[in-house]
Structures are given as structure tokens and as C-alpha cells.
């Protein structure tokens, strides 16, 4: 009986061993797979990208281009994309959409739900090949860590707005967290800009990305569905100056709630 026992001990540790072994294979082809095709496509439609980045009242089109470049490339992918919309009401437009981020698919994410809207993001990006001047002249960069370019930032934000643009914020200011879907505290530039304009803050989940392509470095999908939840959009007309953390700290509660919902059976 006892020889028995470690037989089959022996033999499931085997199976265990050799399902996982085909699995890191496979999200490593998976992985490959769509890096070469993403450089791929991102080559085909970069001559366009570069033509309407010439006039600020070509750059919808762009964004239009970019969205549905981003549905094509995660059908391709075979990227399952499901997308919740608890927003009953009409959308008001322009608007900031803003969502929590935790891995570096949620820039090819968002453009799949806004396609009107130009990123914020950080200044490093511009130092990409061909990816940085695609950022850069149709979207806005910041230097974080320089305080008169984060003053600036406001200015910009203010002219996209004012241009007919929405904008897609990452109010945490990049991927801070370490211990996912718990996000990291909020920073003050989306909400200052949405009350300075009156325009409305539309909050995303971003449920699984984290688990999808997690920020280990080692750069490996894990996972082949993107869940997005939009928010219903939080009015900000009745908002002043003094009310920015309190609109900031409901928008960090609506995307949080979402977040440890849709994550239970993962939470510590």
C-alpha cells in the first residue's frame, strides 16, 4: 500500500509539473506572439499617426485610428475584451476618464473604450522609439518629478478640453502599487482640471489587467480576457476648489470597490 501511495504521489507531482511547463510555454508564444504582431501593426498605421499629428484639429482622427487599431489588435491576439457599462445616463463629452493602473496593458486598454480622448502621461515615454514621437505629438507628457512642468501640465490639460478632446488620466501617477487590486493614493491634477472646467470625471476599472500582464518584470501574459468596467460619470459642476480631495477620494472609492468585487478569490 505504501508504494502505492508514493506511485501516485510520483505520478500526479509529474502531471502537475508538466501541465505548468505547458502552460509558461504557452504564455510565453502568447507573449511573443503579440509583441511582433503589436511592432508590426504599430509600423503599418505609424505613417498615419505621423500625418495627422501636423494640426491639433486632426488629432481626433487619430484617436479614432488608435481605437480601432487597439479592437483589431486584441481580436488578432485573441484577447478576450469585456466591457461593463454601469454609465445609465448619457456620457457627457468632453470628460477625463480616469482609471487605476497597475500594468503596462492598460495604455492599449483604454483607447478601446475612448475614442476621443488624448493620454497624460509621464515624459520618459518620449524616449521610445517611434512609440515616443507617436505619444508625444498627439499626446500630453509630463515630468513628474519637475514641479514648474507639472504647473504647465494643468495649461494643457485645459486647451485639449477647450479643443473638443477628453483625457485619459492615471490619477496614481504611474504603476505605484505593490500589492494589487489595491490601488495607491491619488494625485490631484485630474480632479483640479475637471472643476476648474466643470467637466465630468468618468471612473474605469480595470479589473484584471494586473493578472494579465503583471508589473514583474519579466513581461509574460498571463491571461487572455480584459475586463473594463465604466463607471457611472461623477458631475463636478457643483464642485469648487476646496471640494478637490472629496471628489478625489469618491472617485478612488467607486474604482476601488469595483476592483475588490471583481477580486475576491485573489485578495490576501
Known amino acids: 500500500m505504501h508504494s502505492k501511495a508514493v506511485l501516485s504521489y ?14 509558461m510555454l504557452k504564455n510565453r508564444f502568447r507573449t511573443i506572439y503579440s509583441a511582433t504582431l503589436y511592432v508590426i501593426s504599430f509600423l503599418m498605421v505609424f505613417p498615419a ?16 485610428i488608435t481605437s480601432v487599431w487597439g479592437k483589431v489588435y486584441h481580436w488578432m491576439i485573441g484577447m478576450k475584451v469585456d466591457v461593463v457599462n454601469k454609465n445609465v445616463k448619457p456620457l457627457v463629452k468632453p470628460c477625463i476618464y ?27 515615454i518620449k524616449k521610445v522609439p517611434l512609440f515616443g514621437y507617436y505619444f508625444s505629438s498627439l499626446h500630453i507628457t509630463v515630468n513628474r518629478d519637475s514641479v514648474r512642468d507639472r504647473a504647465k501640465v494643468l495649461d494643457k490639460n485645459i ?5 473638443g478632446k477628453s483625457l485619459i488620466m492615471f490619477p496614481e501617477g504611474g504603476i505605484r502599487t505593490t500589492n494589487p487590486p489595491y490601488q495607491t493614493k491619488y494625485k490631484d491634477g ?40 465604466i463607471h457611472e460619470g461623477i458631475d463636478t459642476t457643483t464642485y469648487t476648489e476646496e471640494d478637490i480631495g472629496r ?17 475576491k478569490e485573489y485578495l490576501k
Open 190 to 229: 485630474a480632479f483640479r482640471t475637471a472643476i476648474k472646467l466643470g467637466v465630468p470625471i468618468v471612473p474605469i476599472s480595470l479589473t484584471n489587467n494586473w493578472r494579465l500582464l503583471p508589473d514583474d518584470g519579466k513581461f509574460i501574459f498571463r491571461d487572455n480576457k480584459i475586463r473594463i468596467v
Open 159 to 163: 486647451e485639449a478640453i477647450k479643443l
Open 10 to 23: 510520483c505520478q500526479e507531482s509529474y502531471f502537475w509539473h508538466f501541465n505548468i511547463s505547458i502552460l
Open 49 to 64: 499617426f505621423a500625418l495627422l499629428a501636423q494640426r491639433k484639429s486632426w488629432h481626433k482622427y487619430a484617436y479614432r
Open 98 to 124: 480616469i482609471a487605476n493602473h497597475f500594468s503596462y496593458a492598460d495604455i492599449i486598454t483604454m483607447p478601446l473604450i475612448a475614442n476621443d480622448a488624448c493620454f497624460v502621461g509621464k515624459q520618459s
Open 247 to 263: 471628489l478625489r477620494d469618491k472617485a478612488f472609492s467607486v474604482i476601488q470597490e469595483e476592483l475588490l468585487e471583481s477580486n
